[in-house]
Structure formats: C-alpha cells, structure tokens
C-alpha cells in the first residue's frame, strides 16, 4: 500500500497503473483482477460471512422466505421475460 501511496505523491492519481497492478492478480484469463474487498477474500471467508449475514438477517426477521405460490410466480414471470428475450433475438437476425 505504501508503494501506491507514493506513486501517487510522485505522478497524481492518474498514472498509478503500474503500482496497481502489484496489487493485482490475473484471473484464468488472463485479465487483471484487484485483490481489495469482498470480492478478493478467499471463497471460504466469503461464505463464512454471508452465512453469518442471513443467519442474523433471519434472526431480525428480516430475511424474505419465499412462499411456494410465490416461487411459482417469479418461476412464471422469469420463464416469460426469457421467451421474450429470445423472441426478440429472433426477430432481429
């Protein structure tokens, strides 16, 4: 981090690709993926929080159970959008 810092003081923070990339890693690929955040914790850490996050969300009653009339429906309403979706795909070529 004190690498970034620097090239920021020295170039602005416009011109900090090549300190950045330090900090990256390069996904299967071959893209440059930042490590910073959620998305840059290992898999595992990730489930331990969501698990963590909808068992309070479920404790505070805040978390929605979706009813089976209710799966039913957005099942119904997901299974349209898509048949439209391709119809229009289709008309266009």
Do not use: W, Y
């Amino acid at each position: 981090m004190q690498d970034l810092r620097a090239a920021v003081a020295r170039t602005g923070p416009h011109c900090v690709r090549g300190a950045k990339e330090s900090m990256s890693i390069n996904d299967q690929e071959g893209r440059i993926r930042s490590r910073r955040g959620f998305a840059g914790m290992d898999p595992e850490r990730q489930r331990e929080i969501a698990r963590k996050g909808g068992r309070t969300a479920h404790e505070l009653g805040l978390a929605h159970e979706f009813t089976p009339e209710e799966a039913r429906n957005a099942r119904a309403k997901s299974l349209s959008a898509r048949a439209q979706g391709a119809a229009n795909t289709q008309q266009q070529e």
